[in-house]
């Protein structure tokens, strides 16, 4: 046993005291934490679209809580400006906001969260209040590309951003660019082109090359796989020594490029090709076809075969995975792949439009004398945007063109523009699906002296003099059993194939 002093003596060293003094601190501590709660506010940890520029295949963002919350508070209290219609689901302490409508480009947006609570507190006692957070993001700027007409941008591959109202040219006078396809990323972009002042130039001898367009990428989740990417780099993909490129497609993930090649020696060789970076080109030697286009799982492509339509894997010598024979075209994919509109040709010599899913729905929308001429899904992928014609009683056989907008729950059509005389139209739905472009061209018959050398034509062989391009204006939210107050506006440059970047 130990008298008092020899007790006194044992805890009288300063070591010993400052021990007995931080016993009696934390001793106080944790009974202040036990019976008075944690005092700390709760947090956002993380927010996925802070400082990111997101995109119209962006569809939701996340926010990470450092505690549990109480569900509703947070639902009450949280602020985009500018709105961004969304739902919100919730997984523990993180939180999903889907959103519903699309985010519109070009614009810059602020979250704010405040006055949200913790969700545990102690009886009769309401949970702390969360510290007040605020986020920003923003979305694409409004670009779009097109092929340019005027004398110095002729046959050229043309950027155009409207947010920074700025043009940038991406290709070389000595190309004549013909087509074009959209990288996922809008980084770069697939075109073919035959050389502009060859005295053999013809339509036949196209190649196919990529260009740089200067953006990069900054949506959440994915990185540029470019560090430089200036603008009008140009990379040839394919040339046209031994065979003809007819028409290509680029798959949905940017990965592959379908071409039809004839070989010029014997026509008889006829089919698709497959091209994968890196990797020589290999041809599919399946049974040839006529329209195709790459299905949006990038894995198969559904082309136009005898009566029907085939679906074909990307592979060489493959069996089809599946084949419609009531159907004659694919027309356009929902952008997740759940949909596909498609053309039946009827027996009557009318044709018909079917909206068709992957759960086996099969809707005819519309069914017509005239033709189907094109057609993308809007971004909530409940309208489809088309450009069809009406056929003109009379002597004379006539197709008049016209925009119209058809809702695929109802089958409601609402003629949105009226094109007459028009031969050769192109159109291009924004991925935020508030506008409609669309070109006007006038063009002279191929024997016409007035038409230049390095002349664009059309696919029929006649000259290209002018291509008026125009912008419509859309409501993704208006019914369509209404009239439309929107009008299309002249853009201040000519120019053809307009086409969105992502």
């Known amino acids: 046993m130990f008298s008092a002093q020899q007790l006194q003596k044992k805890f009288s060293q300063p070591l010993d005291r400052a021990a007995i ?48 919350m109480d569900l509703p508070s947070v639902e009450e209290n949280l602020r985009i400006e500018p709105p961004v219609p969304g739902k919100i689901s919730w997984a523990g302490r993180r939180m999903a906001y889907t959103v519903t409508q699309g985010v519109p480009y070009g614009m ?11 969700r545990f507190a ?40 409207l947010s920074q109202s700025e043009k940038t040219i991406l290709t070389p006078k000595e190309l004549t660019v013909l087509d074009y396809k959209l990288y996922p990323d809008g980084d770069r972009l697939l075109f073919s082109a035959i050389d502009s002042f060859s005295p053999n130039r013809g339509v036949l001898d196209q190649r196919l090359f990529t260009v740089t367009t200067g953006i990069v990428p900054e949506t959440p989740g994915r990185r540029s796989r470019r560090r430089d990417n200036s603008p009008g780099q140009i990379k ?15 798959s949905p993930d940017g990965k592959t490029i379908l071409v039809q090649r004839v070989n010029k020696q014997d ?75 498609m053309v039946k040709f009827n027996t009557d010599y009318t044709r018909s439009l079917y909206f068709v899913t ?57 003629p949105l523009v009226l094109l007459p005389d028009q031969r050769e139209i192109h159109i291009s739905l924004a991925p935020d699906g508030l506008g409609l472009l669309f070109d006007q061209i006038v063009s002279v018959a191929p024997q016409a002296n007035q038409a230049p050398m390095d002349a664009v034509r059309t696919s029929s062989g006649e000259a290209i003099v002018r291509s ?14 209404r009239p439309l107050d929107y009008k299309p506006e002249e853009l201040p440059f000519e120019g053809l194939r307009p086409g969105w970047l992502p």
């Open 122 to 161: 102690q009886p009769g006692k309401e949970g702390t209040l969360i510290e007040p957070f605020v986020g920003e993001f923003k979305s694409r700027d409004r670009a779009f590309v097109y092929i340019g007409i005027s004398p110095e941008e002729r046959g050229r591959l043309i950027l155009y951003n």
């Open 358 to 414: 992957t759960t086996g729905v099969s809707k005819e929308l519309l069914r017509i004398k005239g033709s189907f001429l094109s057609a993308q899904f809007g971004p909530q992928g409940n309208t489809l945007y088309c450009l069809l014609t009406k056929l003109v009683e009379g002597e004379i056989y006539k197709e008049e063109p016209y925009l119209a907008a058809i809702n695929l729950e109802t089958a409601e059509l609402q």
């Open 236 to 250: 040839r993909i394919l040339g046209s020594d031994n065979y003809q490129n007819l028409s290509f497609d680029l």
């Open 468 to 481: 008026r391009l125009w912008l419509l204006p859309l409501d993704p939210s208006a019914p369509t059993n």
């Open 21 to 68: 003094a931080l016993i009696a601190i934390l001793t106080v501590a944790i009974a202040l934490l036990l019976f008075g709660g944690d005092s700390t506010a709760p947090r956002v940890r993380e927010f996925t679209w802070q400082n990111k520029q997101v995109s119209a295949s962006d569809r939701a963002f996340i926010m990470t809580f450092s505690r549990p």
């Open 267 to 341: 026509p008889g060789q006829f089919g698709l090709w497959k091209i994968e970076e890196g990797k020589q080109p290999k041809p599919l030697e399946n049974e040839p076809g006529g329209d195709f286009i790459i299905t949006p799982d990038s894995q198969a492509v559904a082309i136009a075969q005898g009566q029907g339509l085939a679906i074909l894997p990307l592979e060489p010598k493959a069996e089809p995975l599946d084949f419609l024979p009531q159907f004659g075209r694919v027309l356009s994919f929902s952008s997740d792949g759940s949909a596909a509109a």
């Open 108 to 118: 810059q947006f602020k979250l704010e969260l405040s006055q949200a609570r913790e």
